[in-house]
């Protein structure tokens, strides 16, 4: 997780206000980085069960304001 969140701060100039879209989100970790590198809004999307794990993670975390969480298939 280390390396997801320093690539992740190594790019936040690329990220901020911007809109993300994380496909196979799993528990939404990386949607939760990016979001605090100042994403506008995050699109955390999730085919799996994993998909109410992960927007409670959110909600603990205080980022449902900028994560939504998409319990869907993409294609």
Do not use: F, P, W
């Amino acid at each position: 997780m280390v390396a997801y969140k320093s690539a992740i701060s190594y790019h936040q100039n690329d990220i901020e206000g911007k809109v993300i879209v994380d496909v196979g989100c799993g528990t939404g970790i990386l949607s939760i980085l990016c979001a605090r590198a100042g994403a506008r809004k995050v699109y955390a999307i999730e085919a799996s069960g994993m998909a109410l794990h992960a927007e409670t993670i959110v909600k603990v975390n205080g980022l449902s304001d900028v994560i939504k969480v998409l319990h869907c298939k993409v294609e």
